[in-house]
């Protein structure tokens, strides 16, 4: 289940053991307690019931009690503050997120429009994807009506025609219809769509190149919403409407709590909602956020974004509704079974924008602290601090991570006692500037607020590095020294606080404070035949600094090919496991590191209730042992349609499937959204294989697999006959590998 509301006390504590021998306890508790007042103060405006009740926990919110909403526009006789007009723009215009977004808006139609709180719609909807509601696929606008079906509108469309979602304009129009219609004391705006984080989202199939700016990411992903645009979009419809600024903007979308989106649109809001992970299909619970607003319209938008954070997943209709939930997951579960399912590795976040500079004063404050620690120590927080998925690909370690988490691991990696004193001052600044946090216990690093720290390979890109980052992230990059940070860590320049370094060049030389010139040893084998009954034992050191992990790999020499095909790969366990706030990472006694494994010749498949295929599980999340770690397989994903997307699967190490994400990038990049697997859908597995003629690498579709009324599991199968090629694989902090393998016949 998700951490219930709190700031960032838990974080404080933790904290403060980890940096006993760094800061004195006089220090530690004036931390403690300032994030615990923070804390206090809004327990204590709860129990009054001030602003907002505590939401339900699995009860479906019972219908308010309201004066039916006129038809038309026109100002409000209630007392001023009392009246609100809420707006979803919501880009449904996609085959993952269509019927996922469609299921939102009847959610919001379970509440409906009051007198005092207005809500409307721009919904954008796919051809050729989810068929309900007579499969229309156009642009509509709509004011809502109450309506209890969950599967159809009841509501009547406003307009309708064809809208590029990810034009800025587009959004502004919105906004203008919305206020000129339906004026209020307070305005709400929710987006919904993917995510990408920093670089924005909301993609549309009508949209064609890349859009209004000529930046390096715009030339790989295409024409998107991307977040400078958004800057602009928010500008010009705030001053155009003269609304001043919004109540709240929530982003019903993936990875979009980063710091540099809440930069973007603080001039524009008083307070914000954003995820830092992929976000469940579900998205918000509209029907009980809205409930709690429609019931207390007096409510501003801290409470009011408390109310979704509070709700979200454990008050969904499709969590609450017994036959939405059968629907949802295909089987007859319990509500707390399936929001804990869910709720496992989601977050969410409501932060107060009027506090964020003060959080920008503090990051700057560490960032020049960060530039005089010894700069590999940093590498290696940054390398095990909580992460949340990279629209990067797999080829790159994650870049998106816990601001929070960070500074505790920067702290207690470097030793550094101004390190330390900048981290306390960032996470007290957090701790004001959050509201209410949620995460579930897969991301226990998770506290609200995600920051961008590429490793090496990024940073140099053009598609992720700086000319992109600074072009799209522009406010961020303007008034935050976190840019500049980057640039002194990978070129070995000073940082100061008043001087900006000069651009790097994309693809120029720098530093790799995270790299390490590591060797291993010639592998050695107790035997060259392996069988079920007589594993083999490999044995081999690694030499050098900067070892971030260690993996195993096992290969299959596909004679008929002339190819290698991957056929398994794990973590190897570390001389010691150490956690900040439940991450796991490992530890490596020494430059010098002695491996040894033993292998007895097994591989794993997956069993879709049907038919049981041998699969690559790629390491994904190291934990504190091996049934704590999670792992991916690559694949196409095949919808009922026909339509195929880059997707991925994740398991625990228990065996049991935890989730499917999609990727609208061909090869794993781009925006990641949750699927949720209908009856009849196929997986193609993408196998990799190493070419020996060429030494290329290169992937084929292989076997299929089709969810149905069971859940997927994995498990160990004996490794057929033949010729294996075994090895260890050493990654440094910065993500570059280092290798040996040996070749071993198994009977």
């Not at 919001?108 to 005092?116: F, I, K, L, N, P």
């Not at 305005?187 to 009508?206: C, E, F, R, V």
């Not at 790299?515 to 690694?542: K, R, Y």
Request: net charge negative.
């Amino acid at each position: 289940m998700p951490r219930p509301l709190r700031s960032l006390t838990v974080i404080a504590i933790a904290f403060s053991l980890l940096l006993a021998a760094c800061l004195d306890e006089a220090a530690l508790r004036e931390l403690e307690s300032a994030l615990a007042t923070e804390e206090a103060a809004i327990l204590q405006t709860e129990a009054a019931g001030v602003a907002e009740e505590p939401a339900t926990s699995t009860p479906r919110p019972p219908a308010p009690t309201r004066t039916p909403a006129p038809a038309g526009a026109g100002g409000s006789t209630t007392r001023p503050n009392q009246t609100w007009t809420v707006m979803l723009y919501q880009n449904a215009d996609d085959e993952v997120l269509e019927q996922d977004i469609f299921i939102d808006l009847n959610e919001a139609e379970r509440v409906g429009s009051t007198d005092r709180v207005r809500l409307v719609s721009q919904i954008d909807r796919y051809r050729g994807g989810f068929r309900g509601d007579g499969d229309w696929d156009s642009t509509r606008r709509y004011f809502i009506r109450q309506d209890d079906d969950l599967y159809r509108l009841g509501s009547e469309p406003a307009a309708e025609g064809e809208s590029n979602m990810a034009d800025g304009e587009t959004l502004v129009d919105f906004v203008r219809w919305a206020v000129e219609n339906y004026p209020a004391d307070k305005y709400a705006l929710i987006l919904s769509d993917h995510g990408m984080g920093w670089p924005g989202g909301w993609n549309d199939p009508t949209a064609r190149g890349q859009g209004r700016d000529d930046v390096p990411i715009a030339r790989a992903f295409g024409d998107l919403l991307y977040l400078m645009e958004l800057d602009r979009a928010l500008a010009q419809a705030v001053r155009e409407t003269g609304i001043g600024q919004f109540e709240l903007i929530g982003f019903d979308a993936c990875l979009m709590a980063h710091v540099e989106v809440f930069a973007a649109v603080q001039p524009y809001a008083r307070y914000a909602v954003a995820s830092q992970e992929v976000e469940p299909g579900l998205g918000w619970a509209y029907a009980a956020f809205l409930n709690e607003l429609v019931n207390n319209p007096g409510m501003d938008g801290a409470a009011l974004g408390r109310a979704i954070v509070d709700t979200y997943i454990v008050a969904d209709e499709r969590v609450v509704d017994d036959e939405a939930r059968a629907d949802y997951t295909g089987r007859r579960l319990s509500a707390e079974a399936v929001a804990q399912a869910t709720a496992a590795s989601a977050t969410l976040s409501a932060v107060d924008l009027e506090r964020l500079p003060a959080v920008l004063q503090a990051l700057d404050e560490f960032a020049l602290r960060l530039g005089e620690a010894d700069p590999s120590l940093v590498a290696r927080a940054r390398r095990y601090a909580q992460s949340f998925e990279s629209i990067f690909g797999e080829a790159a370690p994650p870049s998106y991570i816990d601001l929070a988490h960070f500074a505790a691991l920067a702290a207690q990696q470097t030793g550094d006692a101004a390190v330390t004193d900048a981290a306390k001052a960032l996470l007290a600044a957090m701790g004001d500037a959050i509201l209410a946090e949620t995460s579930g216990p897969e991301r226990p690093g998770a506290y609200g607020m995600s920051i961008y720290f590429p490793n090496s390979d990024l940073f140099r890109a053009s598609l992720s590095g700086y000319a992109s980052y600074t072009s799209v992230a522009q406010r961020f990059a303007d008034n935050s020294l976190w840019d500049d940070f980057l640039v002194a860590h990978y070129t070995g320049r000073p940082l100061t606080r008043t001087v900006t370094l000069p651009t790097p060049a994309p693809e120029a030389a720098g530093v790799a404070p995270g790299a390490g010139t590591i060797t291993l040893d010639p592998i050695e084998l107790s035997a060259g035949i392996a069988t079920a009954d007589q594993p083999v034992i490999l044995t081999t050191q690694a030499t050098g600094e900067n070892i971030g992990f260690i993996y195993l790999f096992v290969g299959y020499y596909d004679e008929a090919r002339n190819a290698l095909k991957f056929a398994d790969q794990d973590f190897i366990e570390g001389d010691a496991t150490q956690a900040v706030d439940g991450v796991f990472y490992p530890v490596w006694d020494g430059p010098e590191i002695p491996i040894e494994f033993e292998w007895t010749p097994t591989l794993y498949a997956i069993d879709d209730g049907t038919r049981q295929v041998q699969a690559l599980l790629n390491p994904e999340g190291y934990g504190a042992t091996a049934e704590d770690a999670t792992f991916s397989t690559d694949g196409r994903y095949v919808f009922a349609s026909g339509e195929k997307r880059y997707a991925r699967v994740i398991f625990d190490g228990r065996g049991d499937l935890r989730a499917v994400f999609g990727f609208t990038g061909a090869d794993g990049t781009g925006a990641p959204s949750e699927i949720t697997p209908q009856a009849g859908d196929r997986f193609i597995l993408l196998d990799t294989w190493y070419d020996l003629a060429t030494e290329a690498y290169y992937t084929t579709e292989g076997e299929t697999l089709t969810f149905g009324a069971t859940p997927w599991t994995w498990f160990a199968i004996d490794a057929p006959p033949g010729r294996y090629n075994l090895g260890f694989i050493v990654e440094d902090l910065d993500g570059n590998y280092s290798e040996a393998y040996v070749d071993v016949e198994v009977r």
